[in-house]
């Protein structure tokens, strides 16, 4: 696949249409960086996301024995290491949940990446009953992400081949 079929219309299209062919694309594939990264680049192209990437888990000597560490992303440069239960990355793995952010200046520990971000989604990947990494998507506009959005990216992630 070279190029993505991408509809005009409100983000539940957009996301019918994007998540299939997401999931063509990483199913051929086995490794979990090269379709972390394909599936950054889809999303970031089809919604033209502020940033969208991936945090994975990897052990540390932390008190937890593990921090998140920047992954595969589209975007600006990004925070390289984030804190078990640490900024919305961080809460989203420790309360094992989606969370949405309608304006980050207002979630208390926020970590400012980029002051340019102004709403955020973070969903967990969980892989056999662990999570492995997080999506973190931030928009450069306030109240951007949705339960259209929770409900479709969870549903990706559960679908595509990720850590």
């Known amino acids: 696949m070279e190029n993505l079929e991408i509809p005009k219309g409100?983000?539940?299209?957009?996301?019918?249409?994007?998540?299939?062919?997401i999931?063509?694309?990483?199913?051929?594939e086995s490794d979990p960086i090269a379709n972390m990264a394909n599936i950054s680049a889809a999303l970031k192209e089809a919604f033209g996301f502020w940033w969208a990437g991936f945090y994975i888990v990897r052990a540390d000597s932390s008190s937890h024995g593990s921090s998140l560490v920047l992954g595969p992303f589209q975007g600006p440069v990004a925070c390289t290491r984030i804190a078990y239960g640490r900024g919305v990355c961080g809460t989203?793995?420790?309360e094992e949940k989606t969370i949405i952010v309608p304006d980050v200046e207002q979630f208390p520990g926020h970590i400012a990446c980029s002051s340019l971000s102004k709403s955020e989604?973070?969903?967990?990947?969980?892989r056999n009953g662990a999570i492995t990494a997080v999506l973190d998507i931030d928009s450069a506009e306030l109240d951007t992400f949705?339960?259209?959005?929770?409900?479709?990216?969870?549903?990706?992630?559960?679908s595509a081949i990720v850590l």
């Open 121 to 126: 989604i973070v969903v967990p990947v969980f």
């Open 92 to 94: 989203s793995w420790k």
């Open 10 to 21: 409100g983000k539940e299209q957009v996301y019918a249409a994007l998540i299939p062919q």
């Open 23 to 28: 999931i063509s694309l990483t199913e051929a």
């Open 146 to 158: 949705d339960q259209t959005d929770q409900i479709w990216l969870e549903r990706l992630l559960s």
